[in-house]
């Protein structure tokens, strides 16, 4: 690149940034939202909270990548026609092409890292992710126990625990269970861990002893060094940990398991997911080039750009939801999953025609003609 090709491709890089990071706040302040109930329903640190908030960014990024290309572009496209800094470059002898040459730059750069994403960094944050929440979930001490309150488990049954530590421990424990019909019975324990198999799962206790009233209203005490209190009714067994189609790496969505083909439709889904992948990118070049026959096609302006602008985002705009509805139907109709590669490079191909198409030439008036001679 030249001089001043370079100087046109840092107007548009900075506020490419800028609007990725605007955008990319946005994704984490959207997903914190959503994932709020880490904190309120399961009592855990802001430290997980923000874990699983940030592992979901990757994919949000790689699907506002094409938006914040395509809003940066437009803008300083518009600031530097606004100062007449193209019109001047035009004049000096760069060619159209020249012009494109860094917004093209630009959009490479872009999809090579909206690919990395997509094939690489999205499956691993979202496995990471996955693994993390069912983690989570499958800690019953964490479902179960708030430490420092007294809990229903159900009818019948309250557990308390003074603290909680991080490996899961519980200490003081106290369980009051009303279940058996001849009496209640009041456990409480120095510590105790919530044991958990694919069998049966229990409150193992220690160091504790146990107070149960029978029906006469006599009262009977006991000591013991382990108690296992069993939690069957209250938990279910464990779940096998299970990977969504975009938790997949490409050559799994290609040639998926036998488990992702059990889904229904799960082999159309794969397919579909894959094909998004390798095509989104292809939005990055298709915006560039609209934004770039906003304002490089048709003839120079010195009044506002903002019908074009309008006209450009709506052609964008219309053929990324297109994009989108592919998508979705190729999970019944695989053979549309061409369609998700054809859809922008319709868009890139009609950006071009808009550029290089001859334009018709005015038409000239006709001469004056001559006033008679005066008789």
């Given at each position: 690149?030249?001089?001043?090709?370079?100087?046109?491709?840092?107007?548009?890089?900075?506020?490419?940034?800028?609007?990725?990071?605007?955008?990319?706040?946005?994704?984490?302040?959207?997903?914190?939202?959503?994932?709020i109930d880490l904190i309120s329903g399961y009592s855990e640190t802001a430290l997980t909270f923000l874990k699983v908030t940030i592992l979901a960014l990757p994919h949000l990024t790689a699907l506002l990548l094409p938006i914040a290309l395509f809003i940066?572009?437009?803008?300083?496209?518009?600031?530097?026609?606004?100062?007449?800094?193209?019109?001047?470059?035009?004049?000096?002898?760069?060619?159209?092409?020249?012009?494109?040459?860094?917004?093209?730059?630009?959009?490479?750069?872009?999809?090579?890292?909206?690919?990395?994403?997509?094939?690489?960094?999205?499956?691993?944050?979202?496995?990471?992710?996955?693994?993390?929440v069912y983690a989570l979930r499958s800690d019953i001490a964490a479902n179960l126990v708030t430490p420092g309150a007294f809990t229903a488990l159900g009818d019948g049954v309250t557990i308390y625990a003074r603290e909680r530590t991080s490996d899961g421990r519980m200490r003081d424990i106290l369980i009051h269970d009303e279940q058996d019909a001849s009496?209640?019975?009041?456990?409480?324990?120095?510590?105790?861990?919530?044991?958990?198999?694919?069998?049966?799962?229990?409150?193992?206790?220690?160091?504790?002893?146990?107070?149960?009233?029978?029906?006469?209203?006599?009262?009977?005490?006991?000591?013991?060094?382990?108690?296992?209190?069993?939690?069957?009714?209250?938990?279910?067994?464990?779940?096998?940990?299970?990977?969504?189609?975009?938790?997949?790496?490409?050559?799994?969505?290609?040639?998926?398991?036998?488990?992702?083909?059990?889904?229904?439709?799960?082999?159309?889904?794969?397919?579909?997911?894959?094909?998004?992948?390798?095509?989104?990118?292809?939005?990055?070049?298709?915006?560039?080039?609209?934004?770039?026959?906003?304002?490089?096609?048709?003839?120079?302006?010195?009044?506002?750009?903002?019908?074009?602008?309008?006209?450009?985002?709506?052609?964008?705009?219309?053929?990324?939801?297109?994009?989108?509805?592919?998508?979705?139907?190729?999970?019944?109709?695989?053979?549309?999953?061409?369609?998700?590669?054809?859809?922008?490079?319709?868009?890139?191909?009609?950006?071009?025609?808009?550029?290089?198409?001859?334009?018709?030439?005015?038409?000239?008036?006709?001469?004056?003609?001559?006033?008679?001679?005066?008789?």
């Amino acid at each position: 690149m030249n001089l001043v090709q370079r100087y046109i491709f840092r107007q548009l890089f900075w506020p490419f940034v800028t609007a990725i990071a605007a955008f990319a706040g946005l994704a984490l302040l959207t997903q914190s939202l959503s994932n709020i109930d880490l904190i309120s329903g399961y009592s855990e640190t802001a430290l997980t909270f923000l874990k699983v908030t940030i592992l979901a960014l990757p994919h949000l990024t790689a699907l506002l990548l094409p938006i914040a290309l395509f809003i940066a572009t437009l803008n300083a496209l518009g600031r530097l026609t606004g100062d007449s800094e193209i019109v001047v470059t035009m004049a000096s002898g760069l060619t159209r092409w020249g012009l494109l040459a860094p917004l093209v730059r630009l959009a490479l750069y872009a999809i090579i890292l909206n690919l990395a994403i997509n094939l690489f960094v999205q499956p691993l944050a979202y496995r990471e992710m996955r693994e993390s929440v069912y983690a989570l979930r499958s800690d019953i001490a964490a479902n179960l126990v708030t430490p420092g309150a007294f809990t229903a488990l159900g009818d019948g049954v309250t557990i308390y625990a003074r603290e909680r530590t991080s490996d899961g421990r519980m200490r003081d424990i106290l369980i009051h269970d009303e279940q058996d019909a001849s009496g209640a019975t009041t456990y409480t324990a120095r510590e105790g861990v919530i044991v958990r198999t694919e069998e049966r799962s229990a409150m193992v206790m220690i160091d504790g002893n146990l107070q149960q009233v029978d029906e006469t209203g006599e009262l009977s005490y006991g000591v013991f060094d382990r108690y296992e209190f069993d939690l069957a009714a209250f938990v279910g067994p464990i779940d096998a940990i299970f990977f969504k189609e975009s938790d997949r790496f490409l050559h799994e969505l290609f040639w998926p398991d036998s488990i992702l083909v059990a889904r229904i439709d799960g082999y159309e889904r794969a397919q579909a997911e894959a094909h998004y992948r390798l095509s989104a990118p292809l939005y990055l070049l298709m915006f560039v080039l609209i934004a770039g026959a906003t304002y490089f096609a048709g003839d120079y302006s010195r009044l506002s750009y903002s019908r074009r602008v309008m006209v450009a985002a709506a052609v964008g705009g219309g053929l990324r939801l297109v994009g989108f509805s592919m998508q979705s139907a190729a999970t019944d109709v695989p053979a549309l999953n061409a369609m998700q590669y054809l859809i922008p490079l319709a868009g890139i191909a009609a950006a071009l025609t808009y550029l290089y198409w001859p334009r018709r030439a005015r038409p000239q008036l006709a001469p004056a003609e001559p006033e008679a001679a005066a008789s």
